[in-house]
């Protein structure tokens, strides 16, 4: 559903035969697999679902199309891996460091759902090299997503008593926040239409639950009410000819592992003076920097009202 996605981003930082990426939350490893096709060494890692990783092992080193295409007579193995758990696990003496790593699951739909990616970002970042590429990857807003209407029936199962509160609006800041609170700099970022279609109503429930989005719901309540809600919530995206059809937009930002540049160090410094001073800060950046955004601003206010000094 997101191959346009992976596609712009894998142009973009022309993954090719030199590239070393690390994938979190590789899910069943189809953005691996693409990568791996380029010629890349491809490394996945996710704690989430034992049988979405069976399929990226299936996919990646079973000798398939992509497998070991990096070197001639390599074996799948050498350059593909896939771990259960968390990026620590990944670690192998004597591998060199990542120069790409990559957080394909969208986020922005639930309240709180970058919280674990800033804690994965926080221990993949020792296994990249310096300056390395982190792709962070978002919903875009609403009146765009067709996805997000039925992302709620999720949230709202999951949690009856919360569900409204728990889902949210995807904002324009929330990757660049992300990347701030885990030590990255923005270093562009660009958005990606991915629309999402199925031959039924049916292969479109499949294709939703198979993400694990609804994983939560399922364990809840149970399979069928699941089923059901979300085939009523597909029901005004249901076309004459019976297929689903549901046009998606989403948001990656490109952020580098190092420290911010000496413009972005200097605009925080104007930043942090304005805002401490007690002068009202504009929503967006006195200069284009992508580093001090409102989001950025909130969070000095946030921490200077906590009475922690600069």
């Not at 060494?41 to 704690?47: E, Y």
């Not at 919280?115 to 982190?134: D, K, N, Q, S």
């Not at 509160?165 to 990757?175: F, K, S």
Request: charged share 20%.
């Amino acid at each position: 559903m997101l191959v346009p996605l992976y596609e712009a981003v894998f142009d973009r930082l022309e993954v090719g035969g030199g590239t070393r990426l690390l994938g979190l939350g590789c899910g069943s490893g189809l953005a691996l697999l693409m990568a791996a096709s380029r010629g890349a060494a491809v490394t996945g890692v996710d704690s989430s679902s034992p049988e979405r990783l069976a399929l990226a092992r299936e996919r990646l080193l079973s000798g398939g199309p992509g497998a070991g295409a990096g070197e001639p007579g390599a074996s799948p193995g050498d350059r593909a891996r896939i771990v259960a758990g968390s990026p620590r696990d990944t670690v192998d003496q004597g591998v060199p460091a990542y120069d790409l790593v990559t957080a394909f699951e969208p986020i922005g739909c639930v309240a709180g759902d970058s919280a674990g990616l800033v804690t994965l970002l926080g221990e993949a970042a020792p296994l990249a090299r310096r300056g390395a590429a982190v792709v962070l990857v978002g919903w875009g807003p609403p009146e765009r997503c067709a996805t997000s209407a039925v992302l709620r029936v999720a949230t709202k199962l999951a949690d009856p008593l919360r569900g409204a509160a728990c889902w949210r609006a995807a904002c324009r800041d929330d990757l660049e926040e992300v990347a701030e609170r885990a030590g990255l700099r923005p270093d562009g970022s660009g958005r990606v239409a991915c629309p999402f279609g199925y031959a039924d109503v049916d292969s479109a429930v499949r294709g939703l639950l198979s993400t694990g989005l609804f994983d939560a719901a399922i364990a809840a309540t149970d399979q069928a009410q699941v089923d059901k809600e979300v085939a009523e919530a597909l029901h005004p995206h249901l076309r004459r000819d019976g297929t689903v059809w549901m046009p998606n937009v989403f948001r990656y930002l490109i952020a580098r592992r190092g420290r911010a540049g000496a413009s972005a160090r200097r605009r925080r410094t104007e930043m942090w003076t304005l805002v401490a001073t007690g002068i009202d800060v504009p929503a967006r950046p006195l200069t284009p920097d992508p580093g001090c955004g409102s989001v950025v601003v909130a969070h000095y206010r946030r921490v200077l009202a906590a009475g922690v000094s600069w």
